[in-house]
């Protein structure tokens, strides 16, 4: 695949890049359509994104309905098929400013006055349509093959709430037709596995506006919940952490001494408490460093695992609220290990191993990603140095791959990021390692070593699920709510077939009930097929027990399965209880 850069050049464009190519293009063709359409249209900013391209579109006091997009859609088609030639300029800045405000293109001049005085501008040109752009792009219209617009929404110019919305629309293209009628069949099994819609269906959790990003968790999704955080509870023990609770709110002098007040005070929501500021936590971290520095520590105690499913809280636009997904209030399994040095390889091999372990027991597989110091950061280069090799060692020890993602680490710190794959394909950062050197300096902190000297330990900052919440949201996707049984919040539902069978039925949901299983019982006066209808399809029960006159003279169970839809006839009670059990505490 050939492509243009904005000096002229036509090159083969590097496999790994040839989709941002195909995007990039797609944009500026649907901005090009959207400006025959609509020719009042200002446009903002229009990227290639990882999952297609979208550009930001000021249409003064209107906006654009989704039935609209068929007939930009169309435009676009029109546009691919006069097969114009796309051809790149360069003009001087001040050159650049008075060619569009000539257009009367004001968020292009702004976006120019962003960039450095000496930069010269570059720009592309198809037909009568000029866009600044740095490139690269197809070089004719007609090499687009294949792309679709998928949906409109808002966003603020420069995603700064004090700016005007701009009209975003959305969009994806893929090499061939193939392709991309592959990835629009994905699309549409991930409308029907929204954890939004599953979690209405099933009774999980709702979102009120009363409360815009604060979920409320109902008796079954509270039922997810736990059985997560038992699990949780179950490998932290076995892997030698101790766990803590520590306050949800702490006084603004805590958060300055982090560091977190300088770099992420936007994002903390505070009160005043007797005339002193207090943040309410947006991280666990500076509490977890208040609990060690709490007594004095000698190296035979390191290294030190400390535990922590605290709530924390930031502040996030309404508009980026998502669910489970994007939330301002939620869990993290928090842990932050205290160690020496020479303990770095090792604690970060295990906690790469009980991560691994836990990723593996939902089947997602996952890539890792090390993120390096961003701009906003503190702490010395030494450090900074130190700390990355620390992380780079270790995950070359263990053979693993991984991509650098550069600038993207924590204003402390590097980190190990572990991004899953759900059954759909869909990425999700999840799991994180963080090393900070920068935190027991700022705290002071301190453990006394073998030769009597006062030493600072190295922390680690990590989380399994991330978030709790969000990892609910995660598992519900992937699994489409049918979760595995021991995680299942209703793991049988006893469906008496008539009155007859009614005290029999009882008899055999309080034996389930008392062997700890979540079981319910139905005894609404509907069909048995609604019935199970209902409970294999709305609330994706693993097993129902279907009990009639029959069941109840033979003293058995017919079993109706979840995952095949079939039933077994005439079961006894206590092999089934028997392997229920067993399914549910190995959590197969």
Same mark, same amino acid.
């Given at each position: 695949?050939?492509?243009? @850069?904005?000096?002229?050049?036509?090159?083969?464009?590097?496999?790994?890049?040839?989709?941002?190519?195909?995007? @990039?293009?797609?944009?500026?063709?649907?901005?090009?359509?959207?400006?025959?359409?609509?020719?009042?249209?200002?446009?903002?900013?229009?990227?290639?994104?990882?999952?297609?391209?979208?550009?930001?579109?000021?249409?003064?006091?209107?906006?654009?309905?989704?039935?609209?997009?068929?007939?930009?859609?169309?435009?676009?088609?029109?546009?691919?098929?006069?097969?114009? /030639?796309?051809?790149?300029?360069?003009?001087?800045?001040?050159?650049?400013?008075? !060619?569009?405000?000539?257009?009367?293109?004001?968020?292009?001049?702004?976006?120019?006055?962003?960039? /450095?005085?000496?930069?010269?501008?570059?720009?592309?040109?198809?037909?009568?349509?000029?866009?600044?752009?740095?490139?690269?792009?197809?070089? +004719?219209?007609?090499?687009?093959?294949?792309?679709?617009?998928?949906?409109?929404?808002?966003?603020?110019?420069?995603?700064?709430?004090?700016?005007?919305?701009?009209?975003?629309?959305? &969009?994806?293209?893929?090499?061939?037709?193939?392709?991309?009628?592959?990835?629009?069949?994905?699309?549409?099994?991930?409308?029907?596995?929204?954890?939004?819609?599953?979690?209405?269906?099933?009774?999980? %959790?709702?979102?009120?506006?009363?409360?815009?990003?604060? $979920?409320?968790?109902?008796?079954?999704?509270?039922?997810? +919940?736990?059985?997560?955080? *038992?699990?949780?509870?179950?490998?932290?023990?076995?892997?030698?952490?101790?766990?803590?609770?520590?306050?949800?709110?702490?006084?603004?002098?805590?958060?300055?001494?982090?560091?977190?007040?300088?770099?992420?005070?936007?994002?903390? +929501?505070?009160?005043?408490?007797?005339?002193?500021?207090?943040?309410?936590?947006?991280?666990?971290?500076?509490? &977890?460093?208040?609990?060690?520095?709490?007594? $004095?520590?000698? +190296?035979?105690?390191?290294?030190?695992?400390?535990?922590?499913?605290?709530?924390? @809280?930031?502040?996030?636009?309404?508009?980026?609220?998502?669910?489970? !997904?994007?939330?301002?209030?939620?869990?993290?399994?928090?842990?932050?290990?205290?160690?020496?040095?020479?303990?770095?390889?090792?604690?970060?091999?295990?906690?790469?191993?009980?991560?691994?372990?836990?990723?593996?027991?939902?089947?997602?597989?996952? %890539?890792?990603?090390?993120?390096?110091?961003?701009?906003?950061?503190?702490?010395?280069?030494?450090?900074?140095?130190?700390?990355?090799?620390?992380?780079?060692?270790?995950?070359?020890?263990?053979?693993?791959?991984?991509?650098?993602?550069?600038?993207?680490?924590? %204003?402390?710190? /590097?980190?190990?990021?572990?991004?899953?794959? *759900?059954?759909?394909?869909?990425?999700?950062?999840?799991?994180?390692?963080?090393?900070?050197?920068?935190?027991?300096?700022?705290?002071?902190?301190?453990?006394?070593?073998?030769?009597?000297?006062?030493?600072?330990?190295?922390?680690?900052?990590?989380?399994?699920?991330?978030?709790?919440?969000?990892?609910?949201?995660?598992?519900?996707?992937?699994?489409?709510?049918?979760?595995?049984?021991?995680?299942? /919040?209703?793991?049988?539902?006893?469906?008496?077939?008539?009155?007859?069978?009614?005290?029999?039925?009882?008899?055999?949901?309080?034996?389930?009930?008392?062997?700890?299983?979540?079981?319910?019982?139905?005894?609404?006066?509907?069909?048995?097929?609604?019935?199970?209808?209902?409970?294999?399809?709305?609330?994706?029960?693993?097993?129902?027990?279907?009990?009639?006159?029959?069941?109840?003279?033979?003293?058995?169970?017919?079993?109706?399965?979840?995952?095949?839809?079939?039933?077994?006839?005439?079961?006894?009670?206590?092999?089934?209880?028997?392997?229920?059990?067993?399914?549910?505490?190995?959590?197969?």
């Amino acid at each position: 695949m050939k492509i243009i @850069h904005k000096d002229g050049e036509v090159t083969e464009c590097p496999e790994e890049q040839e989709l941002e190519v195909i995007r @990039h293009t797609a944009a500026h063709i649907l901005a090009q359509a959207v400006k025959r359409l609509y020719p009042e249209a200002m446009f903002g900013y229009g990227p290639a994104t990882e999952k297609g391209f979208h550009y930001d579109i000021d249409l003064g006091d209107r906006t654009i309905a989704e039935e609209e997009l068929e007939a930009i859609e169309a435009e676009m088609k029109k546009i691919v098929k006069e097969n114009l /030639p796309i051809r790149p300029s360069i003009l001087p800045r001040e050159e650049a400013i008075a !060619f569009m405000k000539e257009r009367g293109e004001k968020y292009k001049v702004e976006h120019i006055d962003d960039l /450095p005085a000496d930069a010269e501008i570059s720009f592309f040109t198809q037909g009568e349509y000029v866009d600044m752009c740095t490139g690269p792009h197809l070089r +004719y219209t007609k090499a687009l093959k294949a792309f679709k617009l998928t949906s409109v929404s808002g966003a603020y110019w420069k995603n700064d709430a004090n700016n005007k919305m701009l009209v975003r629309i959305n &969009g994806t293209a893929f090499h061939n037709q193939a392709e991309l009628d592959e990835y629009l069949v994905m699309l549409e099994e991930a409308k029907k596995r929204d954890h939004r819609k599953i979690g209405r269906e099933m009774d999980l %959790f709702m979102l009120r506006d009363e409360a815009p990003g604060f $979920p409320f968790f109902l008796p079954r999704g509270m039922e997810v +919940y736990n059985a997560l955080l *038992d699990y949780w509870h179950e490998i932290h023990r076995k892997a030698g952490y101790v766990e803590v609770k520590t306050p949800l709110i702490m006084n603004r002098h805590l958060w300055e001494t982090s560091g977190h007040w300088d770099h992420y005070k936007d994002n903390m +929501y505070s009160t005043k408490i007797d005339d002193e500021d207090f943040c309410i936590k947006p991280m666990n971290c500076p509490g &977890g460093v208040l609990v060690y520095a709490s007594k $004095p520590h000698s +190296y035979r105690e390191l290294p030190m695992r400390v535990g922590e499913l605290g709530l924390v @809280h930031r502040h996030e636009m309404r508009g980026a609220l998502n669910g489970l !997904f994007r939330v301002r209030c939620f869990t993290q399994d928090d842990a932050h290990i205290f160690m020496t040095p020479d303990q770095i390889a090792d604690e970060i091999t295990g906690v790469v191993n009980l991560i691994d372990s836990v990723y593996s027991k939902f089947g997602f597989e996952y %890539f890792i990603e090390l993120s390096t110091r961003p701009e906003d950061s503190m702490g010395s280069d030494e450090d900074w140095e130190a700390a990355t090799n620390g992380l780079v060692a270790a995950l070359t020890n263990m053979g693993l791959d991984y991509i650098v993602n550069e600038g993207d680490g924590a %204003f402390y710190g /590097p980190k190990i990021d572990f991004h899953l794959r *759900d059954c759909l394909g869909r990425t999700w950062q999840c799991g994180t390692i963080q090393l900070d050197f920068q935190m027991p300096i700022n705290f002071d902190l301190g453990y006394i070593d073998a030769d009597g000297e006062r030493k600072r330990p190295i922390m680690i900052h990590r989380v399994c699920f991330g978030s709790i919440e969000r990892f609910i949201g995660i598992l519900t996707e992937h699994f489409a709510g049918k979760y595995p049984t021991w995680l299942a /919040p209703v793991q049988v539902k006893v469906l008496p077939v008539s009155e007859k069978a009614k005290d029999y039925a009882e008899g055999v949901y309080e034996k389930l009930f008392d062997m700890g299983v979540r079981v319910e019982i139905d005894h609404r006066d509907e069909t048995i097929g609604y019935k199970i209808r209902e409970a294999r399809q709305i609330d994706r029960v693993p097993y129902m027990l279907v009990l009639g006159e029959k069941e109840a003279e033979a003293g058995t169970i017919s079993v109706r399965y979840r995952s095949t839809d079939k039933t077994s006839y005439g079961m006894d009670f206590d092999e089934f209880a028997r392997d229920l059990l067993e399914e549910i505490n190995t959590r197969a």
